[in-house]
Nanobody, 119 residues
Framework: QVQLVESGGGLVQPGGSLRLSCAASGNIFSINIMGWFRQALVKQRELVAA???????NYADSVKGRFTISRDDDKNTAYLQMDSLKPEDTAVYYC?????WGLGERDYWGQGTQVTVRS
C-alpha cells in the first residue's frame, strides 16, 4: 500500500502565496506521475497541475504563470508553489500519485488540504 500525506494548506489573503507538499510512503518502486487536483464547493474536482517522472509539467489554464509544480524523487514528494492567489483558488487540494505496480499502475489519493483565499 501507498499513503499520501498533504500539508501546507491554510488561510491566505489575495495576492499571497502558499506551498503545498505531498509526501508518498509505503511500498513504492517508482512514481510515474504526481499531480494536484482541487475541488471547490458545489464544483467537480479538477486538475491543477501534474508532473511526470521525466519532469514534464501540465497546468490548468487558470493557474498558468501563478502555480509551479515540482517533485523530489529521493523523497517521493511533490510540491505545489502557489503565488498570486485569488479567491477563486479556494478549494480542497488533493494530491494524486500514479505508482508503478507490477506491470501496470495504481492511483493513490491523499486526504486533501484546505486552501482558503480571502481578505
Amino acid at each position: 500500500q501507498v499513503q499520501l500525506v498533504e500539508s501546507g494548506g491554510g488561510l491566505v489573503q489575495p495576492g499571497g502565496s502558499l506551498r503545498l507538499s505531498c509526501a508518498a510512503s509505503g511500498n513504492i518502486f517508482s512514481i510515474n506521475i504526481m499531480g494536484w487536483f482541487r475541488q471547490a464547493l458545489v464544483k467537480q474536482r479538477e486538475l491543477v497541475a501534474a508532473i511526470s517522472n521525466g519532469g514534464t509539467t501540465n497546468y490548468a489554464d487558470s493557474v498558468k504563470g501563478r502555480f509551479t509544480i515540482s517533485r523530489d524523487d529521493d523523497k517521493n514528494t511533490a510540491y505545489l508553489q502557489m503565488d498570486s492567489l485569488k479567491p477563486e483558488d479556494t478549494a480542497v487540494y488533493y494530491c494524486k500519485a500514479v505508482v508503478v505496480w507490477g506491470l501496470g499502475e495504481r492511483d493513490y489519493w491523499g486526504q486533501g488540504t484546505q486552501v482558503t483565499v480571502r481578505s
